[in-house]
Protein backbone atom coordinates (compact mmCIF):
# COMPACT_ATOMS: atom_id res chain seq x y z
CA UNK A 1 0.00 0.00 0.00
CA UNK A 2 1.54 3.39 -0.85
CA UNK A 3 2.51 5.86 1.82
CA UNK A 4 0.27 9.08 2.64
CA UNK A 5 2.62 11.85 2.13
CA UNK A 6 1.05 15.19 3.12
CA UNK A 7 2.34 18.58 1.29
CA UNK A 8 4.18 19.72 4.69
CA UNK A 9 6.39 16.60 4.57
CA UNK A 10 6.80 16.82 0.73
CA UNK A 11 7.83 20.55 0.86
CA UNK A 12 10.66 19.35 4.05
CA UNK A 13 11.75 16.76 1.72
CA UNK A 14 12.05 19.51 -1.11
CA UNK A 15 13.64 22.40 0.73
CA UNK A 16 16.86 21.28 0.17
CA UNK A 17 16.84 20.52 -3.40
CA UNK A 18 16.34 24.07 -5.17
CA UNK A 19 16.69 22.39 -8.31
CA UNK A 20 13.79 20.42 -8.43
CA UNK A 21 11.25 23.59 -7.37
CA UNK A 22 13.07 25.64 -10.02
CA UNK A 23 11.85 22.66 -12.75
CA UNK A 24 8.55 22.53 -11.07
CA UNK A 25 8.31 25.91 -11.73
CA UNK A 26 8.99 26.19 -14.71
CA UNK A 27 7.21 23.21 -16.23
CA UNK A 28 3.87 24.24 -14.38
CA UNK A 29 2.39 25.86 -17.63
CA UNK A 30 2.84 22.49 -19.35
CA UNK A 31 0.60 20.80 -17.08
CA UNK A 32 -2.10 23.21 -16.05
CA UNK A 33 -2.64 22.41 -20.28
CA UNK A 34 -1.84 18.60 -19.44
CA UNK A 35 -4.43 18.66 -16.34
CA UNK A 36 -6.78 20.72 -18.18
CA UNK A 37 -7.16 18.34 -21.71
CA UNK A 38 -7.34 15.40 -19.30
CA UNK A 39 -10.12 16.64 -17.22
CA UNK A 40 -12.03 17.55 -20.40
CA UNK A 41 -11.42 14.47 -22.15
CA UNK A 42 -12.50 12.47 -19.09
CA UNK A 43 -15.36 14.73 -18.18
CA UNK A 44 -16.66 14.19 -22.17
CA UNK A 45 -16.37 10.21 -21.68
CA UNK A 46 -13.55 10.15 -24.05
CA UNK A 47 -10.53 7.99 -24.04
CA UNK A 48 -7.02 8.95 -25.71
CA UNK A 49 -8.25 7.08 -28.96
CA UNK A 50 -10.88 9.14 -29.49
CA UNK A 51 -9.52 12.47 -28.52
CA UNK A 52 -6.76 11.71 -30.90
CA UNK A 53 -9.47 10.70 -33.89
CA UNK A 54 -10.96 13.79 -33.36
CA UNK A 55 -7.85 15.83 -32.93
CA UNK A 56 -6.15 14.18 -36.15
CA UNK A 57 -3.78 13.24 -33.96
CA UNK A 58 -2.18 10.05 -33.15
CA UNK A 59 -2.96 8.34 -29.61
CA UNK A 60 1.05 8.35 -28.73
CA UNK A 61 0.68 12.26 -29.22
CA UNK A 62 -1.87 12.61 -27.09
CA UNK A 63 -0.59 10.51 -24.53
CA UNK A 64 2.41 12.80 -24.45
CA UNK A 65 0.13 15.70 -24.38
CA UNK A 66 -0.91 14.28 -20.97
CA UNK A 67 2.21 13.76 -19.36
CA UNK A 68 3.24 17.83 -20.00
CA UNK A 69 5.97 16.42 -22.79
CA UNK A 70 4.17 19.72 -25.16
CA UNK A 71 6.56 19.57 -28.01
CA UNK A 72 4.54 21.20 -30.83
CA UNK A 73 2.13 23.87 -30.44
CA UNK A 74 -0.13 22.87 -33.40
CA UNK A 75 -0.52 19.42 -31.57
CA UNK A 76 -1.80 21.36 -28.40
CA UNK A 77 -3.93 23.45 -30.49
CA UNK A 78 -5.75 20.69 -32.74
CA UNK A 79 -6.48 18.44 -28.79
CA UNK A 80 -7.75 22.17 -27.66
CA UNK A 81 -9.68 22.36 -31.09
CA UNK A 82 -11.06 18.87 -30.70
CA UNK A 83 -12.30 19.47 -26.87
CA UNK A 84 -13.90 23.01 -27.32
CA UNK A 85 -11.25 24.79 -25.10
CA UNK A 86 -9.50 27.59 -25.08
CA UNK A 87 -6.43 28.78 -24.03
CA UNK A 88 -5.98 32.08 -22.45
CA UNK A 89 -2.63 33.71 -21.72
CA UNK A 90 -2.51 36.20 -18.41
CA UNK A 91 -0.18 38.14 -16.73
CA UNK A 92 1.53 36.20 -13.72
CA UNK A 93 0.91 39.35 -11.66
CA UNK A 94 -1.46 42.16 -11.92
CA UNK A 95 -0.07 45.54 -12.02
CA UNK A 96 -0.66 47.51 -8.70
Do not use: C, H
Not at 32 to 57: D, P
Not at 62 to 88: C, H, M, P, Q, Y
Amino acid sequence: MAEFVTIDEIAKRLENKPQIIKEMLEYEPRYQIARAIIAERIRRGWNQGTLARKARLTQAQVSRLERGRIGNFATVAKALDALDLKLEIKPKRQAN
